[in-house]
């Protein structure tokens, strides 16, 4: 078993900035990916951003230039550094860890940017 807790969401003010931490413990295996998702209230929850064990990132259009992802591996955490944030970036944002054995959620942190 796999278990992420999450941490560093918060209000801020649009224009502002947040970095989100998550921690993974348990069963974590050397080849993974970690990544970010986001629902917003009334809708699906989708991708933030992603990366590999090697470090290669993949994000969604509307974050990219905007938000950063990295990971520390001897740590078993990623990192999700959000700029330039803007109040349709409001959600509940989730840690994922995908690895051979399952895939594995956060409880998820809220961000709220006020406008």
């Known amino acids: 078993q796999v278990q992420l807790v999450e941490s560093g969401g918060g209000l801020v003010q649009a224009g502002g900035s947040l970095r989100l931490s998550c921690a993974a413990s348990g069963s974590i295996f050397i080849i993974n990916i970690m990544g970010w998702y986001r629902q917003a209230p009334g809708k699906q929850r989708e991708l933030v951003a992603t990366i590999t064990s090697a470090s290669d990132t993949n994000y969604s259009d509307s974050v990219k230039g905007r938000f950063a992802i990295s990971r520390d591996n001897a740590k078993s955490t990623v990192y999700l550094q959000m700029n330039n944030l803007k109040p349709e970036d409001t959600a509940v944002y989730y840690c994922?860890?995908?690895?051979?054995?399952?895939?594995?959620w956060g409880q998820g942190t809220q961000v709220t940017v006020s406008s």
């Open positions: 994922n860890i995908r690895q051979f054995n399952g895939d594995y």
